[in-house]
């Protein structure tokens, strides 16, 4: 009996842990850049009119790297 107790006890929390693995690995997907390629931020502008943003570049979800580039000039 204790034997079937131990067997049952840790197939439960095996399952309760992949569960949470899984919700937060599907969370953790949603906040991560694209698979391949480059994402950018929003474009902000300075008060000479000069725009730019956060670009960042992906390989296989890692960020590689980012920069701020050029976003040319705010309209008026």
């Known amino acids: 009996m204790k034997k079937a107790l131990k067997i049952l006890s840790l197939l439960l929390v ?3 842990m992949f569960s949470m693995k ?5 969370k953790s997907q949603e906040n991560k850049g694209p698979f ?3 994402s ?3 474009v902000w502008c300075m008060p000479n009119g000069q725009c730019y943003q956060t670009c960042c570049y992906y390989v296989f979800w890692i960020n ?3 920069e701020i580039v050029g976003a040319g000039n ?3």
């Open 64 to 66: 590689t790297g980012c």
């Open 40 to 42: 950018c931020g929003e």
């Open 14 to 16: 095996t399952f309760a």
């Open 22 to 26: 899984s919700s937060n690995l599907s």
């Open 36 to 38: 391949w390629g480059t």
């Open 74 to 76: 705010q309209q008026q």
